[in-house]
Protein backbone atom coordinates (compact mmCIF):
# COMPACT_ATOMS: atom_id res chain seq x y z
CA UNK A 1 0.00 0.00 0.00
CA UNK A 2 2.85 2.03 0.83
CA UNK A 3 4.66 1.65 -2.15
CA UNK A 4 1.45 2.70 -4.09
CA UNK A 5 1.38 5.92 -2.66
CA UNK A 6 4.85 6.72 -2.93
CA UNK A 7 4.46 5.36 -6.75
CA UNK A 8 1.62 8.00 -7.20
CA UNK A 9 3.85 10.85 -5.49
CA UNK A 10 6.85 10.16 -7.94
CA UNK A 11 5.43 9.72 -10.82
CA UNK A 12 6.08 12.86 -12.43
CA UNK A 13 9.45 12.65 -10.69
CA UNK A 14 12.99 12.06 -12.23
CA UNK A 15 14.38 8.36 -11.43
CA UNK A 16 17.57 9.38 -9.74
CA UNK A 17 15.22 12.40 -7.50
CA UNK A 18 12.88 9.48 -6.15
CA UNK A 19 15.83 6.74 -5.29
CA UNK A 20 17.59 10.35 -3.55
CA UNK A 21 13.91 10.82 -1.40
CA UNK A 22 12.76 7.48 -1.04
CA UNK A 23 14.90 6.03 1.56
CA UNK A 24 13.94 9.20 3.48
CA UNK A 25 10.53 9.54 2.58
CA UNK A 26 10.51 5.42 4.16
CA UNK A 27 12.11 6.49 7.57
CA UNK A 28 10.07 9.20 8.78
CA UNK A 29 6.70 7.44 7.92
CA UNK A 30 8.23 4.40 10.35
CA UNK A 31 8.88 7.26 13.11
CA UNK A 32 5.59 8.34 11.98
CA UNK A 33 4.29 4.43 12.96
CA UNK A 34 6.21 4.99 15.91
CA UNK A 35 4.56 8.34 17.50
CA UNK A 36 1.36 6.33 16.73
CA UNK A 37 1.87 2.90 18.61
CA UNK A 38 3.23 5.04 21.88
CA UNK A 39 1.01 7.70 21.67
CA UNK A 40 -1.89 5.37 21.23
CA UNK A 41 -0.95 2.70 24.39
CA UNK A 42 -2.67 6.01 26.52
CA UNK A 43 -6.00 6.24 25.98
CA UNK A 44 -6.45 2.09 26.24
CA UNK A 45 -4.44 2.23 29.45
CA UNK A 46 -6.19 4.76 31.12
CA UNK A 47 -8.85 2.10 31.01
CA UNK A 48 -6.65 -0.02 32.94
CA UNK A 49 -5.47 2.53 34.90
CA UNK A 50 -8.97 3.34 36.00
CA UNK A 51 -9.67 -0.11 37.08
CA UNK A 52 -6.19 -0.42 39.63
CA UNK A 53 -6.14 2.83 40.61
CA UNK A 54 -9.00 4.82 40.32
CA UNK A 55 -12.67 5.51 39.60
CA UNK A 56 -12.23 8.93 37.29
CA UNK A 57 -12.18 9.23 33.97
CA UNK A 58 -11.10 12.52 34.67
CA UNK A 59 -7.75 10.59 36.50
CA UNK A 60 -8.20 7.74 34.39
CA UNK A 61 -7.29 9.94 31.05
CA UNK A 62 -4.31 11.84 32.95
CA UNK A 63 -1.65 9.68 30.88
CA UNK A 64 -2.74 11.07 27.72
CA UNK A 65 -2.86 14.37 28.96
CA UNK A 66 0.77 13.85 30.74
CA UNK A 67 1.91 12.59 27.42
CA UNK A 68 0.76 15.66 25.98
CA UNK A 69 1.67 18.21 28.62
CA UNK A 70 5.19 17.12 27.94
CA UNK A 71 4.51 18.74 24.46
CA UNK A 72 4.14 22.25 26.20
CA UNK A 73 7.41 21.65 27.77
CA UNK A 74 9.30 20.08 24.95
CA UNK A 75 8.29 22.20 21.89
CA UNK A 76 10.61 24.92 21.60
CA UNK A 77 13.44 22.73 22.83
CA UNK A 78 12.79 20.26 20.23
CA UNK A 79 12.82 22.85 17.84
CA UNK A 80 16.38 24.07 18.92
CA UNK A 81 17.54 20.44 18.76
CA UNK A 82 16.61 20.21 14.89
CA UNK A 83 18.22 23.78 14.19
CA UNK A 84 21.64 23.07 16.38
CA UNK A 85 22.06 18.54 15.33
CA UNK A 86 19.85 18.16 12.16
CA UNK A 87 16.87 15.34 11.38
CA UNK A 88 18.69 12.29 11.78
CA UNK A 89 20.91 13.34 15.06
CA UNK A 90 17.45 14.67 16.70
CA UNK A 91 15.47 11.87 15.51
CA UNK A 92 18.14 9.54 17.30
CA UNK A 93 17.92 11.34 20.66
CA UNK A 94 13.88 11.55 20.15
CA UNK A 95 14.23 7.65 20.34
CA UNK A 96 15.85 7.17 22.95
CA UNK A 97 13.64 9.12 25.15
CA UNK A 98 11.21 7.41 24.20
CA UNK A 99 12.46 3.88 24.78
CA UNK A 100 13.16 5.36 28.78
CA UNK A 101 9.19 6.44 28.80
CA UNK A 102 8.54 2.92 27.89
CA UNK A 103 10.67 1.48 30.31
CA UNK A 104 9.15 3.55 33.09
CA UNK A 105 5.67 2.93 32.16
CA UNK A 106 6.83 -0.82 32.56
CA UNK A 107 8.36 -0.31 35.99
CA UNK A 108 5.14 1.44 37.13
CA UNK A 109 3.44 -1.92 36.82
CA UNK A 110 6.78 -3.77 38.79
CA UNK A 111 6.12 -1.21 41.22
CA UNK A 112 2.16 -0.37 40.78
CA UNK A 113 2.59 3.19 40.96
CA UNK A 114 0.09 5.62 39.86
CA UNK A 115 2.90 8.05 40.29
CA UNK A 116 5.15 6.22 38.36
CA UNK A 117 3.35 5.52 35.47
CA UNK A 118 2.17 9.12 34.77
CA UNK A 119 6.08 9.80 34.98
CA UNK A 120 6.71 7.10 32.11
CA UNK A 121 3.51 8.90 29.98
CA UNK A 122 5.14 12.50 30.52
CA UNK A 123 8.55 10.86 29.40
CA UNK A 124 7.46 9.17 26.29
CA UNK A 125 5.55 12.48 25.42
CA UNK A 126 8.94 14.39 25.29
CA UNK A 127 10.02 11.61 22.78
CA UNK A 128 6.78 12.07 20.87
CA UNK A 129 7.15 15.85 20.42
CA UNK A 130 11.28 15.33 19.45
CA UNK A 131 10.43 12.92 16.79
CA UNK A 132 6.91 15.43 15.39
CA UNK A 133 9.58 17.97 15.18
CA UNK A 134 11.26 15.89 12.87
CA UNK A 135 9.16 13.81 10.58
CA UNK A 136 6.53 17.08 9.86
CA UNK A 137 9.08 19.24 8.36
CA UNK A 138 11.14 16.70 6.48
CA UNK A 139 8.58 15.45 4.76
CA UNK A 140 6.63 18.59 3.97
CA UNK A 141 10.22 19.85 2.52
CA UNK A 142 10.62 16.43 0.70
CA UNK A 143 7.30 17.07 -0.96
CA UNK A 144 8.17 20.67 -2.02
CA UNK A 145 5.50 22.34 0.15
CA UNK A 146 1.79 22.86 -0.68
CA UNK A 147 -0.44 20.75 -1.96
CA UNK A 148 2.34 18.21 -2.65
CA UNK A 149 3.74 18.39 0.95
CA UNK A 150 0.31 17.82 2.50
CA UNK A 151 0.10 14.72 0.33
CA UNK A 152 3.27 13.01 1.71
CA UNK A 153 2.18 13.98 5.55
CA UNK A 154 -1.05 12.33 4.71
CA UNK A 155 1.59 9.07 3.70
CA UNK A 156 2.81 9.41 6.97
CA UNK A 157 -0.70 9.74 8.73
CA UNK A 158 -1.82 7.01 6.74
CA UNK A 159 0.54 4.59 9.03
CA UNK A 160 0.37 6.38 12.02
CA UNK A 161 -3.25 5.14 11.70
CA UNK A 162 -2.50 1.99 11.00
CA UNK A 163 -0.47 1.77 13.67
CA UNK A 164 -3.01 3.61 15.52
CA UNK A 165 -5.79 0.49 14.89
CA UNK A 166 -3.79 -2.10 15.87
CA UNK A 167 -2.65 -0.87 19.57
CA UNK A 168 -5.90 -0.91 21.32
CA UNK A 169 -6.99 -4.51 19.78
CA UNK A 170 -3.71 -5.65 21.17
CA UNK A 171 -4.47 -4.05 24.56
CA UNK A 172 -7.58 -5.26 24.60
CA UNK A 173 -7.11 -8.56 23.87
CA UNK A 174 -4.31 -8.81 26.52
CA UNK A 175 -6.77 -7.59 28.98
CA UNK A 176 -10.35 -9.10 28.35
CA UNK A 177 -12.84 -8.22 30.88
CA UNK A 178 -12.01 -5.28 32.73
CA UNK A 179 -12.16 -6.34 36.64
CA UNK A 180 -10.53 -4.48 39.83
CA UNK A 181 -7.45 -7.35 39.09
CA UNK A 182 -6.90 -5.41 35.84
CA UNK A 183 -3.23 -4.07 36.27
CA UNK A 184 -0.86 -2.52 34.20
CA UNK A 185 1.60 -5.71 34.25
CA UNK A 186 -1.00 -7.26 32.50
CA UNK A 187 0.18 -5.45 29.41
CA UNK A 188 3.66 -5.78 29.44
CA UNK A 189 4.18 -8.14 25.99
CA UNK A 190 2.86 -4.88 24.40
CA UNK A 191 4.89 -2.89 26.23
CA UNK A 192 8.67 -4.99 25.61
CA UNK A 193 7.49 -4.83 21.92
CA UNK A 194 7.62 -0.70 21.93
CA UNK A 195 10.72 -1.51 23.63
CA UNK A 196 12.15 -3.60 21.33
CA UNK A 197 10.83 -1.49 18.42
CA UNK A 198 12.66 1.63 19.66
CA UNK A 199 16.00 -0.26 20.10
CA UNK A 200 16.11 -1.74 16.46
CA UNK A 201 14.49 1.92 15.20
CA UNK A 202 17.32 3.50 16.75
CA UNK A 203 20.30 0.98 15.68
CA UNK A 204 18.74 1.06 11.65
CA UNK A 205 19.05 4.70 11.78
CA UNK A 206 22.23 4.72 13.29
CA UNK A 207 23.59 2.82 10.55
CA UNK A 208 21.50 5.02 7.58
CA UNK A 209 23.14 8.34 5.75
CA UNK A 210 19.79 10.68 5.62
CA UNK A 211 20.00 13.70 3.54
CA UNK A 212 19.80 17.10 5.88
CA UNK A 213 16.85 19.53 4.43
CA UNK A 214 17.55 23.01 4.70
CA UNK A 215 16.38 24.38 8.36
CA UNK A 216 17.00 27.95 7.35
CA UNK A 217 15.93 29.52 4.11
CA UNK A 218 17.93 32.76 3.89
CA UNK A 219 18.39 35.43 1.46
CA UNK A 220 21.12 34.74 -0.64
CA UNK A 221 22.28 38.84 -0.15
CA UNK A 222 21.30 39.60 3.05
CA UNK A 223 21.32 43.19 4.47
CA UNK A 224 24.78 44.39 5.98
CA UNK A 225 22.83 44.57 9.65
CA UNK A 226 22.07 41.30 9.10
CA UNK A 227 25.10 39.65 7.74
CA UNK A 228 26.47 41.45 10.71
CA UNK A 229 24.65 38.94 13.14
CA UNK A 230 21.75 41.92 14.29
CA UNK A 231 18.77 39.79 15.68
CA UNK A 232 16.16 39.97 13.31
CA UNK A 233 13.38 41.47 14.70
CA UNK A 234 10.73 39.34 13.07
CA UNK A 235 10.06 35.69 13.93
CA UNK A 236 7.19 32.65 13.31
CA UNK A 237 4.77 34.63 15.63
CA UNK A 238 4.91 37.86 13.11
CA UNK A 239 2.60 35.21 10.61
CA UNK A 240 -0.73 35.41 12.18
CA UNK A 241 -2.00 32.49 10.27
CA UNK A 242 0.70 30.68 12.30
CA UNK A 243 -0.48 31.41 15.22
CA UNK A 244 -3.78 30.73 14.29
CA UNK A 245 -2.73 27.33 13.19
CA UNK A 246 -0.69 26.97 16.23
CA UNK A 247 -4.09 26.86 18.22
CA UNK A 248 -5.96 25.21 15.86
CA UNK A 249 -3.49 21.43 16.55
CA UNK A 250 -3.93 22.00 20.23
CA UNK A 251 -7.99 21.94 18.91
CA UNK A 252 -6.56 18.97 16.48
CA UNK A 253 -4.66 17.07 19.14
CA UNK A 254 -7.78 17.21 21.76
CA UNK A 255 -10.51 16.30 19.44
CA UNK A 256 -8.49 13.27 17.75
CA UNK A 257 -7.58 11.59 21.14
CA UNK A 258 -10.70 12.97 23.39
CA UNK A 259 -13.16 11.52 21.18
CA UNK A 260 -11.52 8.18 21.26
CA UNK A 261 -9.77 7.88 24.81
CA UNK A 262 -13.32 9.07 26.22
CA UNK A 263 -14.97 6.63 23.56
CA UNK A 264 -13.16 3.80 24.94
CA UNK A 265 -13.83 5.11 28.54
CA UNK A 266 -17.70 5.09 27.51
CA UNK A 267 -17.70 1.51 26.29
CA UNK A 268 -15.70 -0.25 29.25
CA UNK A 269 -17.99 1.93 32.22
CA UNK A 270 -20.55 -1.28 33.41
CA UNK A 271 -23.09 1.46 34.86
CA UNK A 272 -26.34 0.67 32.98
CA UNK A 273 -27.53 4.22 30.97
CA UNK A 274 -24.10 5.58 31.45
CA UNK A 275 -21.94 3.33 29.67
CA UNK A 276 -21.58 0.86 27.01
CA UNK A 277 -21.28 -1.97 28.99
CA UNK A 278 -18.74 -3.99 27.18
CA UNK A 279 -15.49 -5.46 27.93
CA UNK A 280 -11.94 -4.74 26.92
CA UNK A 281 -11.57 -6.94 23.70
CA UNK A 282 -14.62 -5.45 22.58
CA UNK A 283 -14.43 -1.37 23.45
CA UNK A 284 -11.01 -1.78 21.92
CA UNK A 285 -11.92 -3.21 18.54
CA UNK A 286 -14.56 -0.59 18.51
CA UNK A 287 -12.04 2.36 19.08
CA UNK A 288 -9.59 0.58 16.34
CA UNK A 289 -12.66 1.12 13.89
CA UNK A 290 -11.89 4.66 14.47
CA UNK A 291 -8.26 4.36 13.87
CA UNK A 292 -8.99 2.37 10.69
CA UNK A 293 -11.57 5.05 9.43
CA UNK A 294 -8.44 7.54 10.09
CA UNK A 295 -6.11 5.44 8.21
CA UNK A 296 -8.50 5.12 5.17
CA UNK A 297 -9.27 9.12 5.49
CA UNK A 298 -5.64 9.44 5.91
CA UNK A 299 -5.22 7.17 2.58
CA UNK A 300 -7.85 9.14 0.52
CA UNK A 301 -6.54 12.56 1.41
CA UNK A 302 -2.67 11.39 0.46
CA UNK A 303 -4.29 9.98 -2.87
CA UNK A 304 -5.98 13.28 -3.73
CA UNK A 305 -3.80 15.68 -1.64
CA UNK A 306 -1.95 17.33 -4.68
CA UNK A 307 -5.50 17.99 -6.70
CA UNK A 308 -7.19 18.93 -3.24
CA UNK A 309 -6.37 22.33 -1.45
CA UNK A 310 -5.62 21.81 2.19
CA UNK A 311 -8.20 24.65 3.15
CA UNK A 312 -11.00 22.47 1.41
CA UNK A 313 -10.17 19.35 2.73
CA UNK A 314 -10.46 20.55 6.61
CA UNK A 315 -13.57 22.57 6.08
CA UNK A 316 -15.12 19.58 4.85
CA UNK A 317 -13.52 17.40 7.61
CA UNK A 318 -14.36 20.05 10.11
CA UNK A 319 -18.46 20.53 9.10
CA UNK A 320 -18.95 17.10 8.61
CA UNK A 321 -17.17 16.55 12.37
CA UNK A 322 -19.71 18.80 13.80
CA UNK A 323 -22.88 16.54 11.75
CA UNK A 324 -21.75 13.67 13.04
CA UNK A 325 -20.85 15.00 16.67
CA UNK A 326 -24.21 16.43 17.43
CA UNK A 327 -25.95 13.03 16.50
CA UNK A 328 -23.75 11.30 18.77
CA UNK A 329 -24.82 14.22 21.65
CA UNK A 330 -28.26 13.47 21.31
CA UNK A 331 -29.41 10.27 20.61
CA UNK A 332 -29.88 8.68 23.66
CA UNK A 333 -27.34 6.16 25.19
CA UNK A 334 -29.36 3.39 25.53
CA UNK A 335 -30.41 3.21 21.84
CA UNK A 336 -28.26 -0.23 20.65
CA UNK A 337 -27.36 -1.44 17.70
CA UNK A 338 -25.87 -4.58 16.75
CA UNK A 339 -21.82 -3.73 15.53
CA UNK A 340 -19.43 -6.58 13.83
CA UNK A 341 -16.45 -7.12 16.16
CA UNK A 342 -13.68 -9.70 16.28
CA UNK A 343 -13.46 -11.32 19.35
CA UNK A 344 -12.35 -14.78 20.46
CA UNK A 345 -11.11 -15.53 16.83
CA UNK A 346 -14.18 -15.54 15.37
CA UNK A 347 -16.32 -12.31 13.87
CA UNK A 348 -20.06 -11.65 15.74
CA UNK A 349 -22.00 -8.74 16.26
CA UNK A 350 -21.70 -7.16 19.43
CA UNK A 351 -24.70 -5.05 21.06
CA UNK A 352 -23.65 -1.45 21.20
CA UNK A 353 -25.10 2.11 22.31
CA UNK A 354 -25.40 4.11 18.68
CA UNK A 355 -23.76 7.00 19.47
CA UNK A 356 -20.33 4.91 19.39
CA UNK A 357 -21.22 4.39 15.44
CA UNK A 358 -21.37 8.56 15.08
CA UNK A 359 -17.97 9.07 17.23
CA UNK A 360 -16.06 5.84 15.34
CA UNK A 361 -17.29 7.71 11.49
CA UNK A 362 -15.70 10.89 13.09
CA UNK A 363 -12.23 8.97 12.29
CA UNK A 364 -13.04 10.34 8.47
CA UNK A 365 -12.93 13.67 10.02
CA UNK A 366 -10.13 13.77 12.54
CA UNK A 367 -7.91 11.72 9.77
CA UNK A 368 -6.52 15.01 7.45
CA UNK A 369 -6.64 17.42 10.34
CA UNK A 370 -3.02 17.51 11.62
CA UNK A 371 -0.82 17.46 7.97
CA UNK A 372 -3.44 19.76 6.59
CA UNK A 373 -3.40 22.59 9.90
CA UNK A 374 0.64 22.13 9.92
CA UNK A 375 0.63 22.55 5.92
CA UNK A 376 -1.21 25.89 5.81
CA UNK A 377 0.00 27.20 9.24
CA UNK A 378 3.72 26.92 8.00
CA UNK A 379 3.27 28.31 4.75
CA UNK A 380 5.49 31.35 3.22
CA UNK A 381 7.72 30.69 6.75
CA UNK A 382 10.81 29.81 4.95
CA UNK A 383 13.70 30.48 7.45
CA UNK A 384 11.40 30.51 10.11
CA UNK A 385 10.22 26.80 9.66
CA UNK A 386 12.42 25.07 12.11
CA UNK A 387 11.57 27.85 15.45
CA UNK A 388 8.09 27.31 14.02
CA UNK A 389 7.73 23.56 13.86
CA UNK A 390 8.82 23.50 17.72
CA UNK A 391 6.86 26.07 18.12
CA UNK A 392 4.44 24.06 16.70
CA UNK A 393 4.89 20.67 19.31
CA UNK A 394 4.53 23.07 21.93
CA UNK A 395 1.43 24.21 21.07
CA UNK A 396 0.26 19.84 20.87
CA UNK A 397 0.31 20.82 24.59
CA UNK A 398 -3.41 22.27 24.65
CA UNK A 399 -4.83 19.85 23.65
CA UNK A 400 -4.37 18.53 27.08
CA UNK A 401 -6.42 20.81 28.29
CA UNK A 402 -9.77 19.85 26.28
CA UNK A 403 -8.99 17.05 27.38
CA UNK A 404 -8.93 17.17 30.61
CA UNK A 405 -11.78 19.25 30.43
CA UNK A 406 -13.91 17.09 28.32
CA UNK A 407 -13.34 14.18 31.06
CA UNK A 408 -14.18 16.03 33.82
CA UNK A 409 -17.77 17.20 32.03
CA UNK A 410 -18.10 13.55 31.42
CA UNK A 411 -17.53 12.63 35.87
CA UNK A 412 -20.03 15.94 36.16
CA UNK A 413 -22.62 15.51 33.87
CA UNK A 414 -22.73 12.46 31.03
CA UNK A 415 -20.22 11.11 28.43
CA UNK A 416 -22.06 12.54 26.07
CA UNK A 417 -22.50 15.69 26.85
CA UNK A 418 -18.26 15.83 27.23
CA UNK A 419 -17.96 15.83 23.01
CA UNK A 420 -19.53 19.53 23.29
CA UNK A 421 -15.38 20.18 23.89
CA UNK A 422 -14.27 18.72 20.65
CA UNK A 423 -17.18 19.85 18.68
CA UNK A 424 -16.63 23.17 19.67
CA UNK A 425 -12.68 22.34 18.86
CA UNK A 426 -14.17 21.42 15.18
CA UNK A 427 -15.91 24.74 15.02
CA UNK A 428 -12.44 26.74 15.36
CA UNK A 429 -10.89 24.54 12.81
CA UNK A 430 -13.90 25.59 10.31
CA UNK A 431 -13.32 29.09 11.05
CA UNK A 432 -9.44 28.38 10.51
CA UNK A 433 -9.76 26.77 7.24
CA UNK A 434 -12.01 29.47 5.68
CA UNK A 435 -10.37 32.89 6.88
CA UNK A 436 -7.75 32.01 9.30
CA UNK A 437 -5.28 29.98 7.14
CA UNK A 438 -4.37 33.23 4.98
CA UNK A 439 -0.88 34.19 4.47
CA UNK A 440 -0.95 37.92 4.98
CA UNK A 441 2.25 38.61 5.67
CA UNK A 442 3.97 37.62 2.44
CA UNK A 443 6.58 40.36 2.76
CA UNK A 444 8.21 39.41 5.88
Not at 19 to 33: A, E, Y
Not at 50 to 58: E, I, P, R, T
Not at 415 to 424: F, G, Q
Amino acid sequence: MEETILKLFFMSSKETDKKSRLLPIVVMVILFGIISFVTNLAAPMGVIVKAQFLDSNFLGILGSCANFLAYACMGIPSGMLLQKYGYRRTALIGIAIGLAGVFIQYLSGVCSSFAVYLLGAFVAGFSMCVLNTVVNPMLNTLGGGGNKGNQLIQVGGSFYSFMGIITPVFVGALVGEVTKNTMISNVNPLLFLAMGIFALTFFALLGLHLPEPELNRTDPSPSPSIAQGTKDKHSAWSFRHFVLGSIGVSCSVGIEVGIAGTMNLFLTDMKEGVGGGLNAEVAGFVTGIYFLLMFVGRFVGASVGAKVSGRTMLATAATTGIALLLAAIFLPVTTRMLFPVFTDGSLVLADVPVNALFLVLTGLCTSVMWGTIYNLAVDGLGKYLASASGIFMMMVGGGALLMMAQNQIADMVSYMASYWVPLAGFAYLLFFALKGSVNRNKSL
